[in-house]
């Protein structure tokens, strides 16, 4: 299931010039990773394209997965290891089997490509692993939705509707959790996105059904405690897909809305609403992902494309083309978008001009999530069929890719 990519994949990979108009900004990604184990032989390498000036090189790819439906939902750097979060449908060979209909997946690798672990944690009902960080210190932390009590003891999480949303904590260096905060409505709650600042204060938003499918964020110190909660729409119905923070920890979480598609919202550090801003057909129906750059500027990728906010919510430019799952910044402030085949990777200038798009993988291949550390990109998603040296473990599988910039 692992692969080195010791040939030239010119057959699946390809690399497309397109110049298009847009507009960006500026840098910098963080992320977190690991833990020990084994798996494969060490490589390096793969494929080489010239992409306007700049050098491509696939390094090594994996897929893993069951003989159901698998995905990959987030990814997180630190310390040369890389995990994802996602869900798992069924036993992945090698490792702890699954405990219902679909399991919070817990996968890392270190940074040459070797499988470390991975864990299937969960009830014996639905759950869902929807977003993934760590701190300081290696600890991890995911978040998402699970239709059962995901603590042993019944009394702490019972299972208080059709799906809550929950958040656990799981310690460096091993992978279970070390405590799971689980809430939720008689309803349908999740968590869309998970965020840590640099104080340690954990941050999720999501959405859930007692007041009509209302937003909310919630903040958590590192020991599980509720700090404050915030929550808007309700009417219309509003779902939370994404959070951020800027340099005076200011919150910007974005959407979508049943009146209007895509918003962004800002919330002070202390919990309060500065402004609620709806977009329409303008930014697009959904947003999926938002990011502050080096200078406090927003952007914000969808279903429509990739939008540039001022620090005020205004729309300074909208790049209809550049649509993706997930966004990530260089150090140079160019912008990755990461989406499906034909727009694997696209890469656009700090002008806000595309440079290249890469087309990558076999049949369906989806990236949902993406990191950069360096001039290494990680791009981590859902594919059907078998990548190139890798293998179809069945229906949909997880998989992993390092690609590296060279200039």
């Given at each position: 299931?692992?692969?080195?990519?010791?040939?030239?994949?010119?057959?699946?990979?390809?690399?497309?010039?397109?110049?298009?108009?847009?507009?960006?900004?500026?840098?910098?990604?963080t992320?977190?990773?690991?833990?020990?184990?084994?798996?494969?032989?060490?490589?390096d390498?793969?494929?080489?394209?010239?992409?306007?000036?700049?050098?491509?090189?696939?390094?090594?790819?994996?897929?893993?997965?069951s003989?159901?439906?698998?995905?990959?939902?987030?990814?997180?750097?630190?310390?040369?290891?890389?995990?994802?979060?996602?869900?798992?449908?069924?036993?992945i060979?090698?490792?702890?089997?699954?405990?219902?209909?679909?399991?919070?997946?817990?996968?890392?690798?270190?940074?040459?490509?070797?499988?470390?672990?991975?864990?299937?944690?969960?009830?014996?009902?639905?759950?869902?692993?929807?977003?993934?960080?760590?701190?300081e210190?290696?600890?991890?932390?995911?978040?998402?939705k699970?239709?059962?009590?995901?603590?042993?003891?019944?009394?702490?999480?019972?299972?208080?509707?059709?799906?809550?949303?929950?958040l656990?904590k799981?310690?460096?260096?091993?992978?279970?959790?070390?405590?799971?905060k689980?809430?939720?409505?008689?309803g349908?709650?999740?968590?869309?996105?998970l965020?840590?600042?640099s104080?340690g204060?954990?941050?999720?938003?999501?959405?859930?059904?007692?007041?009509?499918?209302?937003c909310?964020?919630?903040?958590f110190?590192?020991?599980?405690?509720?700090?404050?909660?915030k929550?808007?729409?309700?009417?219309?119905?509003?779902?939370?897909?994404?959070?951020?923070?800027?340099?005076?920890?200011?919150?910007?979480?974005?959407?979508?809305?049943?009146?209007?598609?895509?918003?962004?919202?800002?919330?002070?550090?202390?919990?309060?609403?500065?402004?609620?801003?709806?977009?329409?057909?303008?930014?697009?129906?959904n947003?999926?992902?938002?990011?502050?750059?080096?200078?406090?500027?927003?952007?914000?990728?969808?279903?429509?494309?990739?939008t540039?906010?001022?620090?005020?919510?205004?729309?300074?430019?909208?790049?209809?083309?550049?649509?993706g799952?997930?966004?990530?910044?260089?150090?140079?402030?160019?912008?990755?978008?990461?989406?499906?085949?034909?727009?694997?990777?696209t890469?656009?200038?700090?002008?806000g001009?595309?440079?290249?798009?890469?087309?990558w993988?076999?049949?369906?291949?989806?990236?949902?999530?993406?990191?950069?550390?360096?001039?290494?990109?990680?791009?981590?998603?859902?594919?059907?069929?078998?990548?190139?040296?890798?293998?179809?473990?069945?229906?949909?599988?997880?998989?992993?890719?390092?690609?590296?910039?060279?200039?």
């Open positions: 299931m692992r692969s080195y990519l010791w040939l030239i994949l010119g057959l699946t990979t390809m690399l497309m010039i397109a110049c298009d108009d847009g507009g960006m900004g500026d840098p910098n990604e992320d977190t990773g690991g833990d020990t184990g084994d798996t494969g032989d060490t490589g390498t793969g494929n080489d394209e010239d992409a306007g000036g700049e050098l491509v090189e696939v390094i090594w790819s994996d897929q893993i997965g003989k159901e439906s698998d995905r990959a939902s987030d990814i997180v750097f630190n310390n040369g290891e890389i995990c994802v979060t996602g869900d798992a449908g069924g036993d060979d090698g490792f702890n089997g699954n405990k219902g209909s679909s399991d919070i997946l817990f996968s890392c690798w270190d940074s040459a490509g070797y499988l470390i672990h991975t864990s299937m944690l969960g009830t014996d009902k639905w759950d869902n692993g929807s977003s993934i960080v760590s701190d210190f290696g600890n991890y932390y995911i978040t998402g699970t239709a059962g009590s995901l603590d042993e003891d019944e009394y702490i999480n019972t299972g208080l509707g059709q799906y809550d949303a929950f656990m799981l310690q460096g260096g091993y992978p279970y959790p070390e405590w799971t689980q809430w939720g409505t008689d349908m709650d999740a968590v869309g996105a965020l840590i600042d104080q204060y954990v941050y999720v938003c999501g959405d859930m059904d007692e007041y009509q499918d209302q909310f964020l919630i903040k110190s590192s020991y599980e405690e509720e700090v404050w909660k929550n808007w729409g309700g009417d219309p119905f509003c779902t939370c897909n994404s959070v951020a923070a800027d340099s005076n920890h200011n919150l910007y979480a974005t959407g979508s809305m049943s009146d209007s598609g895509v918003f962004l919202t800002k919330i002070t550090a202390d919990g309060q609403i500065s402004w609620l801003k709806k977009f329409g057909p303008t930014v697009g129906e947003a999926y992902k938002v990011k502050i750059d080096s200078n406090d500027k927003i952007f914000v990728v969808g279903s429509s494309g990739l540039k906010f001022d620090t005020d919510g205004t729309p300074l430019w909208t790049a209809e083309n550049n649509g799952d997930a966004i990530a910044f260089d150090d140079e402030g160019n912008i990755y978008v990461v989406g499906s085949n034909e727009s694997f990777l890469k656009v200038a700090g002008d001009n595309e440079v290249w798009r890469w087309e993988g076999t049949g369906y291949t989806h990236g949902n999530a993406i990191t950069i550390y360096s001039n290494d990109v990680y791009v981590a998603g859902t594919t059907m069929g078998s990548l190139p040296d890798n293998e179809s473990s069945g229906s949909y599988d997880v998989f992993i890719v390092k690609v590296r910039l060279l200039e």
